[in-house]
Every structure is written in C-alpha cells, then in structure tokens.
C-alpha cells in the first residue's frame, strides 16, 4: 500500500532502524542539517494563516480595551451585574469540573478495569458531549429539566427547580465537561502497571491502601489536567447554557450572556472589556494546564 | 497477570491469590454509580432528542426539515462547513509537517496558538470578527464603503466558523505525525523521490487515519458552532441562519416538536462522528503501536 516509493522506503527504513534518542544524538552532535524539503513553504503558510485567523483577530480585543480609559475599563468589568456573572459562571464552574473529577475519575475506572456488556457503545458515548452541537444539547437540558420534563417530574414534588435556575446552569456544565476528565485520566489508567499493585499487595496493603497510596498520586496529574479542561470549556460555553439557564441578570446571567447582551446594545468597548477580562482567565487556564501536562509527563517518564 | 473478576480474597500469606480487585460488593457499587451518572448526563438526553422529534409523527418530522427556513438553514451550514473544512485541512497538514518534521525555535509557542481557538469562548470568537469588520469596526468604514457586508452576513459566518474550527486537524496530526518520525520520508528522499513525491506516496498513507479523524470532528464542530456564529449572523431568517441558529428561533417560539426535528439531524451528525471517531481512533492506535 501506498506504492513503490512508500514499500521501499519502509524495508530502507528496517534497514537502518535506529531508536529516536539515538537519532537525535546523531543529529544534534553531528550537526547535520535536517534534509527533508519543504520547511519554507510549510512553515510560511502555517505563520500567515495563525496570524491571519488568530493574532490579528485577537489582538482586536486587547486593542479596543487599550482605547478605555482606566476608569472606564473599571465601570465595564467591575459593575454589579457584571460581578455577579463572574461569580456565577465561575463558581458554578469550579462545582461543575469538580463533579466532573469525582464521577469522571469512577467512570474511567469502571471503564478501564472492569467487564461490562456494550462497554465499547458506552465508551464511544462518552464523546457525545464533543461531539453534539452546543444548541441541540442546550435545548434537551432545558426540556428535561422544566417542571413537566422527563427528569424535572420528579424533582418538582421536592421543591427542587433545575430549569431557569443556577442549578440548571450546574447542570448544562456538568454535561459539556463530561469528557475530559475521563478521557484524560482513561489513557494513564490503561498503561499504569499492575506490578506496582501487585507488590503492594503482597507487602500487605489493602485494597483501600493500594489505591489512595500507589494508584491514585499517578491519577493526580491527569485528573488535575481534564479538571483544568472541563472549567475551561465550562466558563466560556454559551449555546448549551442559555436555553436552561434563567438569564436573569444578577440572578442567573453567564457572563458570554453579558457579552452579547451589552453588543446588541451597541456597548462595544463594554462587551470588548468584559471579553479580555475572560480571556486573560482563558490564557491563564491554558498555561496551567500546560504546566500540569508537563508536571505529568515528567512524573511518567520517571 | 490476574485480570479484573478474578480471585478476590484475601490472603495474604498465600503470595500466589494477590488482592488486585475491589471485593464483588464494591464493583457492583462502582458501576451502578458510574453507568447512573453516565446514563443521567448522556443516554437520556441522546434519546430525549429522538422521542422529541417524532412525538407528534413522522409526517410532522418531515414538514419540520422540509420547511423553506429550515433548508435554507441546511444550506448555510453544508456551505460554511464545505469551505472551513477543506481550508482547516491544508492549514492542519501544513502546520503538522513544519511541526513534526522539522526542529526550530518557538515550536511550543506556535503548539499553543494553534490551541487557543480551542480554548476561547465561542461568544468571545464571533466578538472578535465584529471587532474588526463591524460598522464600528477596524475596516467598518472600508466595507461599508464598498457595500462588502461581511458581519450580518454568510461571509461572518464562514470566518467565524473557520476560527473555532481552525484547531482540529492540526492537534490530531500533530502527535501523530510526531510519533511516525522522519525516518520514511528521509529513506524516500535517499531513494530518490523528491519532496512532493515522498510526501504523496510515503507520508500521506501514514496518516490517513489521522486525517479522516480530525476532519470528522472538524467537520462537527463546523456544523453544530452555535455561539460564534450567533454573534456573527444577523439571525436573518431564511438568509443567516445556520441549523443551530434555527433550531433556537423553533425553540424560542415554543415550536418544540419541529425544534427537536431540526436539531435531531445534528444529533444524527453527532453519532455518525463518534461511529467514524471511534473507527479513525482504533486504527490510529494500531499504527502507532505498530511502529
């Protein structure tokens, strides 16, 4: 497959099979020059579209806030309402990746470790959240949830309201971090080696002891990561939130509302204000989870 | 190596039945909790959508997709998909072989800002589009000028919807292609193939999975992006809507049965994405562990 180039290529390739590092020795003493072709024009293109799509569009935000004076930057971003949607989607966010954690961390687990008939369906699903466009899952919550809906019936006889509340807000956040967290902790779960069970085991520890003790500090890095990606995704969602949540503001107003709200009010340096405010939190979220991919390699590569 | 399911006592001073499992009890307690959280966040809000849509029949289904608005929504959707699609897919082939085959300075900065878009809000993507080619906007005076209407219009949409779609082909290539090495494509070039050639015969087979990978979840996010192109689009009806959008005027007008009978063609796309995901990604693995 793939010609007479592709097959020839492979059985050269056996040939002279070195392993990375040693290649990369090779290279880096020698100094040789990396001979593929291509580097400009790849490279070229790469630059020009990031700028194009990315930089320039960014840089947009931070330029428009730089045109508020100081006290006006203030107003936009530290007003009552907009406190209050900073505390909502950001609280409610921090609850919703922490349940996430919790029930993400057993859902791997159950996943990974043990037999289940149709496992390989419930294991694809787990992407669903990925995978469904933001207003279709925006629309189901709210229907189930509403007084009358499927799940809502039976958390009305309680007094418990889940739709047009922060509690549906916790839950549409619930959904779309689902994810991450399984599927951050699934691959490190599959490669840990049961040889480090083993050994604690026959030292003498129980079930209980092994997991708090050997298992779960190699869980900790990716756990933290996929908890770092689901608040992510959970403090900038819009479509899966707007339809369950109240949206009213002081009350149950997310801060993306905030943003299109104060542009269809023509309030541009406000929205624009109130939008690097969540981006400095976005870069700020990134980083961190840059650090922890790192932290975990490096505790893998042990 | 015991495998889950087998010996659970323990006895300890027996070194050959090690205690590597949960007692029964407490495996049955796992999963009843994992498969009731797993089936109360996805299982019934996937079937939600399909009952939904055909409570009030098959006939009204059909009316509800076959409805002027709503096939003018089709089509706005298929276009922007149609043309990020294909733009995101030489970008990601593009930027994973200047990442992947190549060493220079900087390279984990660039990593990142290829990241972002993946890591912004939605709302904050389509801002940033008004920013610049809004009336207020840094070229607002140019295009109004030349009566180029870009924001409120299918133009906005597709850039918009090129912004949040950017990521996806490049973070799927990118490991992929960095795991393959430049061990084949450095044999070909000693064999004589030149650069296009190698890349055509040698490297593109090896990626193909992770190709149809990234263009599938590219193609999903491009389809269902709602919040972007909600800043961008006008909600002109008929004219700027694209499917989600429709689905939240259905919604909002209480029209819930044709609502759900628009949206649940996106959950069809949804699981198709996650049939083809799960194949890409199987046979992803397979290649890579076969290296």
Known sequence: MGGRYAVLARSTCDLVRVTEREKHRMFNSAGKRNVLPGFGLTMGYTLLYVSLIVIIPLSAVFFKTASLSWEGFVEAVGSARVLASYRLTFGIALFAALLNSVFGLLSAWVLVRYRLPGKRIV????DLPFALPTAVAGITLATLYAPSGWLGRFLTPFGIKVAYTPLGILVAMTFIGLPFVVRTVQPVLEELETELEEAASCLGASRLQTFTRVIFPVLLPPLLTGFALAFARAVGEYGSIIFIAG?????SEITPLLIITKLEQFD????TAIASVMLAASFLILFVVNILQWWSRRYSEK | MHLPGGPTR???KNPAELNLTEPAPVRWFLTAIALAFLALFLFVPLAAVFVQALEKGTEAYLAAIAEPDAFAAVRLTLIAAAVSVPLNLVFGVAASWAIAKFDFPGKSLLITLIDIPFSVSPVI?????VLLFGLQGWFGEWLSANSIKIVFAVPGIILATVFVTFPFVARELIPLMQSQGRDEEEAALVLGAGGLKSFLRVTLPN???GVLYG?????A???GEFGAVSVVSGHIRGATNTIPLHVEILYNEYNFTAAFAVASLLALLALVTLAVKSLAEWKVRQQISAE
Do not use: E
């Open chain 2, 10 to 12: 323990n006895t300890k």
């Open chain 2, 215 to 219: 263009v599938i979840l590219c193609n």
């Open chain 1, 247 to 251: 949206n009213m503001p002081m009350v």
């Open chain 2, 221 to 223: 996010r491009a389809m």
């Open chain 2, 125 to 129: 993507s389509g801002l940033i589009f």
């Open chain 2, 207 to 209: 990626i193909k999975w």
């Open chain 1, 268 to 271: 541009y340096a406000g929205a």
């Open chain 1, 123 to 126: 294991d694809a699903l787990v």
